[in-house]
Nanobody
Framework: VQLQAFGGGLVQAGGSLRLSCAASGRTFSTYAMGWFRQAPGKEREFVGAIRWLNGGSTEYADTAKGRFTLSRDIAKNRLYLQMNSLKPEDTAIYYC????????????????WGQGTQVTVSS
């Protein structure tokens, strides 16, 4: 599966952004998709994940709960991350990822990765 993330940008604290991830290739083999982020000088961390089929259930990191929402459009092979009430600490490169086998917050569970999109939140 090939992934391309886009939709990042510069936003003021308290604002919103919606990230998108376009999937192509063997998307029928996808079990789950997720968003991760990496801030300068920090390790990549889990943001949220969604089961691609089977009802699209979701899981979120504590830092994302109540502010971020994952959704997907199976017909368009698109994954979305709606981010509201953004904070300066949300500034990072956001990556989408796909897993063929599991629904997990672990980086090692994901087989395919997009190139990332920069999100910058100003105070």
């Amino acid at each position: 599966v090939q992934l391309q993330a886009f939709g990042g940008g510069l936003v003021q604290a308290g604002g919103s952004l919606r990230l998108s991830c376009a999937a192509s290739g063997r998307t029928f083999s996808t079990y789950a998709m997720g968003w991760f982020r990496q801030a300068p000088g920090k390790e990549r961390e889990f943001v949220g994940a969604i089961r691609w089929l089977n009802g699209g259930s979701t899981e979120y990191a504590d830092t994302a709960k109540g502010r971020f929402t994952l959704s997907r459009d199976i017909a368009k092979n698109r994954l979305y991350l709606q981010m509201n009430s953004l904070k300066p600490e949300d500034t990072a490169i956001y990556y989408c990822a796909a897993s063929r086998t599991t629904w997990s917050s672990s980086i090692s569970s994901y087989d395919s990765w997009g190139q990332g999109t920069q999100v910058t939140v100003s105070s």
